[in-house]
Every structure is written in C-alpha cells, then in structure tokens.
C-alpha cells in the first residue's frame, strides 16, 4: 500500500517512510493515532481537526487525498464507495478495540507497522519535527522545556515538533514503543 497522493514526504526512518499513505483516523481511533506517528506516518486524527461527521470526515479524506482508518463498517463502506479511480484504498476498517490489536490488523492489511528510526511527526500534533542541535539544547531555559533531558541535542539526538514546539528523544517511552511494535 503506498501514498494515495504519492507527494507527501513523511521523511527518512526504517523502511522508507516517503511511501507511506497518509492516513486519517476517525474519532474512534485517537490513541492508534500517536503509534503511526511514530512509525512515520502522517496521520491526521479527526478531533485534532475538530471534524465528527461522517459527511465531514470522507470529504477531507479525499481533499487530502487520506486514507481512513475507522472502526465504522458504514463509513468505511461510504469511503470506498465514494473513491477515485486510484487503486489503492480510500479506507481500512479496524474490527478490533485494543490499540495493539489494530495495528496488528494494519500490518495485515499491508501497512508497515515499525518504529521509524528518527521520528518524522510529532506524537501529539502530527506536525513535522527537526532535530534538535547543540545551539538549540544550549538555549536559554525559556526556550528548554524542564522534562528535557540535559544531555537531550548534545550527548543524545532530540527532535522538536515544528508547530506546537514539543520536545522528543529516544528515551524510556521509545524504548517501550519498540517493545510493543516488536511483539507484533
């Protein structure tokens, strides 16, 4: 399964993350929403949109040429029923509940489901995120959140998300995120 838009860089981690679909997940999907991020996935969550309507949904997944991710058989019949020509998926229905379970059934469905090896998105907004360099892990503490590590842009590579300016680093919680994707 590729990008339905095929022009979206989702940036360089693991297996090529470029070709990745971009995806939007519906109002019931929010927690899978932070795991595709950080697989490289730019995965738009539907309440971070502000958007509920199913009416709403399925015309900014086709504007933003996304593939929806829902746990709503009608939805997802809607989606595929509305779709272009492109042959790939204008939807994937999710059966399962548990987060983990999900992914295992986007794995299965043929979408990559691994950490990438840099983060490309921010786990909480979904913006883009940069890396963090000595200039910018020395600044001034205004600009240094305090849970930042203080070996994080010098000792330790560290990222910032580009729009709502959260810090990351591969720390305990990467650590867990791997864990949970390798038992997939």
């Known amino acids: ?44 969550y539907a309440l971070d949109r502000g958007v509920e309507a199913d009416d709403r949904l399925l015309s900014l997944a086709a504007a933003e040429r996304r593939v929806l991710l829902t746990r709503d058989r009608e939805l997802a019949e809607r989606a595929s029923t509305t779709a272009d020509a492109d042959p790939r998926p204008a939807a994937v229905l999710l059966t399962e509940r548990d987060v983990i379970d999900q992914l295992r059934e986007l794995d299965a469905a043929g979408l990559p489901v691994e950490l990438a090896d840099e983060p490309t998105r921010c786990g909480s907004c979904n913006g883009p995120v940069e890396r963090v360099g000595a200039p910018e892990a020395n600044a001034a503490p205004t600009d240094r959140p305090d849970y930042v590590p203080d070996d994080v842009g010098s000792d330790r590579p560290g990222w910032r998300c580009t729009e709502c300016g959260q810090w990351f680093w591969k720390g305990g919680h990467w650590d867990d995120v791997a864990a949970r994707l390798d038992d997939l």
């Open 1 to 44: 399964m590729t990008d339905r838009a095929g022009d979206g860089p989702a940036g360089d981690a693991g297996s090529s993350t470029s070709d990745r679909p971009r995806i939007l997940l519906d109002v019931m999907c929010g927690k899978l929403a932070t795991y595709l991020r950080l697989c490289g996935y730019d995965a738009a």
